[in-house]
């Protein structure tokens, strides 16, 4: 840990009580206790997610009393006694029990919140030994959670006040052999998360690193002149040096999709600045100097441009090009079409439509982007938090004018990705100063950078007409959707081309036309977010096929179920799966709660006089797992060490969902070895093969494929060492020694002696899978994905038509994910999707220059999200492992379309714009009223 | 010279204020780039405003405004830290007042036995952020950061709560109403510190309740809000009644024609439903991302309606 020599005169010594130990703080009194925690006394355990006290991450005892560190100052809490995460293991038996509960829960995910709800946890449970759910909830208000849906956070504080909790099979662990698959085995990486060491992006600082702070364009468009930068640098002591694009050496544009690259590491002062946010320079020195450094100093002038905000003015005739190559400022479009649509819609017995409109949605990880990065010799390192590392390099290399191999990326853990990880963001301002300062660089991005300048959801406008046979037999849809890219290409092209495949929902749709463009605006870039639009999507389309079985008078849940597809019939891309459509399965689980809640809520609301109406709303979901008929491959290693175990290298960056778990169980389960033999090497890209990115739902199934074909293949390897060719043969792996029994026969094989191949063990296997598909033709016709997870959601809620305020009483989730790995962390992704569903259906916009923080963009909290019950059905595909297929971002696409839908069936009104925020629900509900009223006069 | 300073090198800054009388701590610092800052944590309201009288800091007291009013700059300038005042902390009761210290945090306020008219501020100090902000956070800080949205004003307007401000020439008092004069403003002058709220107990056993509406359960700034207070005579009519709203306007608003007309109603069921648009006249809500200012009017309405029917125990 590397902080700044004080000089005599800056020094300033406090004296603080930090889990029970005295100690001494350097550095003004009015920094925040938080910064002086990490910073000065390496407790990293206490996180930094908003400085602002909105999320509660950085939460510590202050004499027994839960506090947000960021909003203390040193000087205020001189000899009194501070308690991080770090500390409480001083505190059993409690925190003992609170760690196990979580972990044995699944209740961390990401981690990045972990902390903090384990400080406020054992605040509640140390005054209260048998709190009920309202209580742990309001302890843990404070405190936000982006990735687990909060539910078993609440259940795991709950089952931690009970002394002597169950213990599970998994949890002590050692699981038979060649039988972990399917087991709840406890998340492989979670002890560190529940002790607050483990390492995020911000949580490590080179010794003697420099710091970066970039400067960025206040204006949604503008032309920009530096000052006198040199006399700047040599003004400002401990400044070392200002970047701006001329520094750049290589090609000064990356972007995810190399095609489409577009997006310069800094605006070029010939141009413009194209959004707010956009970085236009950094200036680099020494950690203090940068962080007092005040933005406003920097020498530049902006000219400010009038500016395209909305997808109407980029496309409107006349608009200015946000980049000249790219007429009419649309990025890209993606088509799908089957059968003849117009002619279908014109026989159909009925047809609705209907259009839909949602907005920017930020993903809000707990973790704001961080890292730092090194010249070792001709080398560049970058540890940062990062969903792709291979891509990173890739870019990286390129924009450092040097080969890939130059390149090494060591991901951090990742306090929440979602989606806007995978791309770039710390990294190349780090490499690019470290590279020509042959420094270490470090930045932490704070949350008011971190939400002006990443990636967001795109907001979609959507227009769809459905029609179906008066038996409700689908037989149309025709879709167009515009999506705002914002100012550079990030994920555009990838929503553009996904949501045509998608838009049908998971229904035999014969006659099909689906159409999207994304617009270019002078806003920050729109990139992935959990589901690549089809979220966006289904808001409208699985509103629209409610609209269509009601105007039909046909139960909107045995509608759905009359249309899923089937095994033996072809998607609108012509696909046809043969197996592993379970889409029918999940409606069908629904069946007897929906029916039962549909008939109690029609009950409540008929004898209920009050304000409140209750609603229950379905929607169903198909999601292709895996890039959209582009090869994606993955590559894992697994070595026999001398010691006779196993060490599994694979590059799939674990962001929360439970990929370092659900990959080694598979594995050990290809080579039939307990999951306990291995030691996991995390992705990095000098030591890890490539196991593209972590998105589109493929880590479970195409690194988990992979890792079980080369877990088969060092189990062939092994018995082929034993001279054994008995298939059913078992191998103990014991300390050095591997002993294969066979029939009634065993024999040892001692590794200790043998030869260690180039890897450095004495067998490797190395395995690819990549899934196949095929490419799409002109009309979108074609194999775009080699496996699809289905799902349904029903949400009960509870309208206060008054007030236009939603509640949501309970979410019943049924997934179809093939083979479900580990049913705990399944339901953690379940459970998280339904949270962000949520928030999208409700709450959650963000406005670009306005609210970039977490009070005015509000996430769920703990009290907002209802119990989820999670029903998981297996109808494996057999090209995944064990038949599974993906699940993270299955699970967020249902839950808005199916509180909507709740909505407008406890209400009657059709939210058209999303979120369906207090306003917009009551201004609905007046506008139906007073459109009553008129239709009463007219008789 | 009677000093207890953590700082090293004395320096000529600090010899200013280092008064024999007071036993102040005193920080200074650098601010690399910026300058040389002076932090002071008084122990008693007298250095405080001696110092503010001299130095003219930032008051830094809870610090759950002081710090996310920063953004993502540290802090710079001198910073009288004033939470080592323990005079300003507390809750006591007098003949003619109820007196709550400046300092004193919303997890103390609601874990003070306090008469039932004080329930709707217990009921707003929950919502006050989270936990965590409620036992950093001060009665005073939130009146002097006079946010439209801050939870408790509504219901210590409904208190008729009066406010003093100390300083070296003394102490002046004023009503709440007056205090808060605008968005982020009022009239407290520099040199000035928020010492004490007094609630004068005319209305003890007064029905009171706070109603908040925001678009998520916790940690969430309201978009409408409705304190009500409501004192029944001895045939159960309305002797008194007290109604104000906040986040409809730069500053929380009590109802005037509202209270008036209530006078002498049956405090029983249909009370909320005298309620009229018309009350609310003197509201001038805005719309921003949480609402538009349309909603907030007819929000306002009902929850106006039901607070008044909670009151009277028939909601």
Known sequence: MATIAPTSETKCLLKLVVNDCEVSAAGPPAQRLSRALRDQLGLTGTKVGCDAGDCGACTVLLDGEPVCACLVAVGQVENRAITTIEGLKSRPPLFDRLQRAFLRHGAAQCGACTPGMLVSATALLERNSSPSETDVMDALGGVLCRCTGYRKIITAVLDAAVPNPRTSSAETSCLGVGASVGQRVVRLDGKGKVEGTEIYGADEIPVETLALRVIRCPYHRARFRFGELKPFVAAHPGVEAVLTSKDVPGEDCYGVIPSFADQPVFALEEGEARFRGEAIAAIVGQPEAIENLDPAIFPVSWEELPALTTIDEAVAPGAPLIHHNRAGNVLTGGRVVRGDVEEALAEADAVVTGEFETGFVEHACIEPEAGFARRVGDQIEIQACTQSPYMDRADIAKVLGIPAEKVRVIPTAVGGGFGTKLDLSVQPFLALAAWRLRRPVRMVYSRIESMMCTTKRHPARMRCRAGATKDGKLVALDFTADFNTGAYSSWGPTVAARVPVHASGPYLVPHYRAVTRAIHTNIVPAGAFRGFGVPQMAIAQEQLYDDLAIRLGIDPLEFRILNALGNHTPTVTGQIMGEGVGIRTCFEALRGKWNAARTEAVEFNAKTKGPIRRGVGVAGMWYGCGNTSLPNPSTVRVGLKHNGRIALHQGAVDIGQGSNTVVTQICADGLRAPVDCFDLISADTSITPDCGKTSASRQTFVTGKAAYMAGRELRRSILGLANSAHEDAVIRFGESILTIHEDDKQHKLSLQNLPLDKHGYVLTAEQTFDPPTSPLDENGQGIPYAVYGFGAHMAEIAVDIELGTVRVLKVVAAHDVGRAINPTLIEGQIEGGVAQGLGMALMEEFFPGKGENLHDYLIPSVGDVPPVESILIEDPSSIGPFGAKGIGEQAVIPTAPAILNAIHHATGVRMRRIPATPDRIREAILASISSDKTGATRG | ?315
């Open chain 2, 1 to 315: 010279m009677y000093l207890r300073p953590t700082l090293y090198k004395p320096c000529r800054l600090y010899q200013n204020y280092a008064q024999p009388q007071f036993a102040a701590l005193f920080y200074v610092f650098r601010i690399c780039g910026q300058g040389v800052f002076l932090y002071f944590r008084p122990e008693t309201l007298d250095e405080a405003v001696h110092v503010l009288a001299h130095s003219g800091g930032q008051i830094l007291a809870g610090g759950t405004d002081f710090f996310p009013a920063l953004g993502d700059r540290s802090v710079t300038g001198s910073v009288v830290d004033i939470s080592g005042l323990r005079e300003l902390r507390g809750v006591v009761t007098e003949p003619q007042y109820v007196k709550i210290g400046g300092l004193t945090t919303w997890t103390e306020v609601i874990n003070t036995p306090l008469p039932q008219c004080f329930d709707g501020l217990k009921a707003a100090a929950r919502e006050i952020g989270s936990v965590q902000i409620q036992n950093r956070a001060t009665v005073a800080g939130n009146l002097c950061n006079a946010s439209p949205a801050a939870d408790s004003v509504p219901p210590l307007l409904t208190l008729d709560a009066e406010i003093e401000l100390a300083s070296q020439a003394g102490t002046r008092r004023l009503p709440l109403g007056d205090f808060i004069v605008g968005n982020r403003k009022t009239v407290r002058q520099p040199g000035e510190i928020l010492s004490q709220v007094l609630v004068p107990r005319t209305v003890e056993n007064a029905a009171s309740v706070f109603l908040k509406l925001g678009a998520r359960r916790y940690l969430v700034i309201s978009i409408a809000m409705v304190a009500a207070v409501i004192q029944k005579d001895s045939t159960d009519r309305v002797a008194d009644a007290r109604v104000s709203v906040g986040s409809c306007s730069a500053v929380a608003r009590r109802l005037p024609t509202l209270e008036q007309m209530l006078i002498g109603v049956p405090a029983g069921p249909g009370l909320g439903s005298l309620v009229t648009t018309d009350h609310l006249h003197n509201l001038s809500p805005i719309g921003d991302v949480r609402a538009t200012a349309a909603y907030r009017r007819d929000a306002a309405l009902r929850l106006v309606q039901r607070a008044l029917d909670e009151c009277v125990g028939s909601s």
